[in-house]
């Protein structure tokens, strides 16, 4: 039986009789509006060919199979479409930072595996990596720490650099030609040294705060009984609107100690006058007022799991479930609330091979464990933080295959994958990549034996956890 050497697996298709070279300039592309938003259908014959889609984005995933089919092609009839809306690609550029023309080749690579969603991580402990207008001291100054030392990676000396409004309006605008949305995420109330380093009188003590050079759990977060605070994230909410035109903003939620709200006069206060019960309610208030703030800017939130835990979070929010060992995110999608799945255990691609191998991120189910109502799941979303990524060719090493394994999660149906299958089909598909820039793990490296896997994963550990 022949195969379809294209990534993601197609939902349908059929092969014709003879082979067909083939041209895109003599693709005859029209739209259909009785197909769905990215349904498409491809006929690819010695006397047709013709791409037939819902819109103008089925029209570019009909497209970028073509692509994946090379010059010549047994003649094949495709009928597509994605398993779920939300297909997304996450890159930290706060702990180490990539260069526009970098971003652009791993845009590039995702817009041929069909996501459609780039989640821009723009700010942390480590560093304020958004040119703000308005204040442009939290670049200037939020930008740079001291040193680096995540672990085995260190780097002696300062370390800086930040996205220009005109770059991120490029990425914007570069995005837009493939039909892959920006979501930036400005992460608070935790995960905020570098900010709280230009203006520590946001924080409950208002005592200097060190941009972090080091991975980890910060108690530095914002207060939140002080006004000056919301004032703040409004002015820098308020220029990323102008900048990212998405219909989500992610304002991350997560990993936000509490001590320092337990001790504050302001917080306490907060939470008395709101009819509060405790700190975890305090961040739900928190949270629910910059949710406020951006619908009546006619946007939607996106948090991390744990902004569920105060339990007042509307279903206006959607939840992006990373590590949730209370299925909170379950409860949530059962209620009605949308999640996006960015598993921890199978979809963090930035942890080696050894603990998180191909196979165990291909193999993974976005409909999570308790789900009643998976239509609720809108998709999923491989996550590449980059506290112990430096460089271009790393962050590549680390994403693919794992990336292509994850988009084909997103667009193809589960009886349809087949991992062996996968992995003939990336063997071919890893030679593309090298052509536009990105050098992919080998798949001998990303499926290593179970003895690899215990040592290599004890190493990494032992390297970044353990040692200093």
């Given at each position: ?15 014709l009789n003879g082979e067909a070279e083939i041209n895109c300039e003599k693709l005859v592309c029209r739209i259909d509006s009785s197909l769905q938003k990215e349904e498409y259908i491809l006929t690819l014959s010695q006397d047709e060919f013709t791409l037939t ?378 030679k593309f990549l090298s052509g536009i820039g990105i050098n992919s793990a080998p798949l001998e490296e990303s499926c290593p034996s179970p003895a690899k896997r215990i040592s290599k994963t004890v190493q990494f550990f032992w390297n970044n956890y353990v040692t200093?």
């Amino acid at each position: 039986m022949k195969n379809l050497s294209v990534i993601p697996m197609p939902d349908k298709y059929e092969f014709l009789n003879g082979e067909a070279e083939i041209n895109c300039e003599k693709l005859v592309c029209r739209i259909d509006s009785s197909l769905q938003k990215e349904e498409y259908i491809l006929t690819l014959s010695q006397d047709e060919f013709t791409l037939t889609g819902g819109s103008e984005n089925a029209i570019f995933y009909g497209k970028q199979t073509v692509r994946q089919l090379g010059s010549k092609h047994p003649c094949v009839r495709i009928h597509d479409k994605p398993a779920y809306s939300y297909r997304g690609f996450h890159i930290d550029t706060a702990r180490h930072i990539f260069t526009v023309d970098e971003l652009k080749k791993f845009i590039d690579a995702a817009a041929n595996l069909k996501m459609n969603t780039m989640h821009w991580h723009l700010t942390d402990d480590q560093g304020f990596r958004m040119e703000v207008s308005r204040r442009p001291e939290l670049a200037e100054k939020g930008s740079v720490r001291k040193k680096s030392n995540f672990g085995s990676l260190k780097e002696y000396g300062p370390y800086g650099g930040y996205f220009t409004t005109a770059q991120m309006k490029e990425i914007v605008a570069y995005c837009a030609e493939k039909f892959i949305t920006v979501i930036p995420e400005f992460d608070i109330p935790g995960h905020s040294s570098a900010l709280l380093h230009v203006h520590p009188e946001l924080t409950c003590s208002g005592n200097p705060v060190e941009i972090k050079s080091r991975q980890g759990i910060f108690k530095d977060i914002f207060c939140a009984g002080k006004e000056e605070t919301f004032e703040m994230i409004f002015a820098v909410l308020e220029e990323l609107l102008e900048i990212f035109p998405s219909e989500y903003i992610h304002i991350g939620g997560d990993e936000a100690p509490k001590d320092n709200w337990k001790n504050c006069p302001d917080c306490q206060k907060r939470i008395r006058e709101n009819g509060l019960r405790n700190e975890e309610e305090l961040q739900g208030w928190f949270t629910n007022r910059i949710v406020e703030f951006l619908e009546s800017k006619g946007r939607k939130a996106l948090v991390w799991n744990e902004s569920l835990k105060s339990g007042l979070i509307s279903n206006s929010v959607t939840v992006q479930q990373w590590m949730d060992r209370k299925n909170l995110s379950v409860d949530f999608a059962n209620k009605g609330g949308k999640i996006i799945v960015s598993d921890f255990f199978h979809y963090y691609c930035d942890y080696p091979y050894s603990m998180t191998p191909l196979s165990k991120t291909y193999n993974f189910s976005p409909i999570l464990k308790g789900i009643r109502r998976p239509e609720n799941i809108i998709g999923v979303e491989g996550a590449l933080w980059t506290e112990y990524i430096n460089n271009f060719d790393r962050l590549c090493y680390m994403a693919f295959p794992r990336y292509a394994a994850i988009a084909e999660s997103g667009w193809t149906k589960e009886e349809n994958k087949n991992l062996a299958d996968f992995k003939n089909r990336f063997a071919s598909y890893s030679k593309f990549l090298s052509g536009i820039g990105i050098n992919s793990a080998p798949l001998e490296e990303s499926c290593p034996s179970p003895a690899k896997r215990i040592s290599k994963t004890v190493q990494f550990f032992w390297n970044n956890y353990v040692t200093k």
